[in-house]
């Protein structure tokens, strides 16, 4: 067995009509994120860092954008998806920690409803996962509401 780690980013602009998916919550929101899928960033990077830690490539090359499949997919959905590629491949899930960089909204009220999706839909206790959001100090896009980003960094034994 062999302890492995990887390292997942996303961004995405925000846009105006759109639901706002975090964590796979839904907010009560003006503006989401533009994307193919339901852009929900947090998820996206837990899924990228996942699939990095694997070895499994990244999530274009399993969910591509370019694919009318994954339209509006649910990210919950493709990190359901990412979990059981990691189980085919022999990778156990020990811990995914994320944090979202953006101005607004405020994660906390809903935070243990993420880490309950995210640990639901990857097959893991809660305790393994931890969200975390932090500002951007209203410096760049990401301070000026532009956007919403978010890290993650996973951890897996193969």
Known sequence: MKLRVGLGYDIHRVAAGRPLELGG???ESDWGLEGHSDADVLLHAIGDALLGAAGLG???THFSPG???WQDASSLDLLRRIAALL???GATIENVDAMLVAE???LAPHREA???NIALALGIEPASVSVKATTNEQ???LGRCEGLAA???ALVMR
Request: glycine share 8%.
């Open 25 to 27: 919550v839904r907010f």
């Open 87 to 89: 189980e085919r491949a």
């Open 58 to 60: 990244d999530l274009g």
């Open 151 to 153: 890290m993650a960094v």
């Open 114 to 116: 993420m880490l309950a």
């Open 104 to 106: 607004a909204p405020k």
């Open 139 to 141: 410096l760049g896009a």
């Open 67 to 69: 694919d009318p499949k």
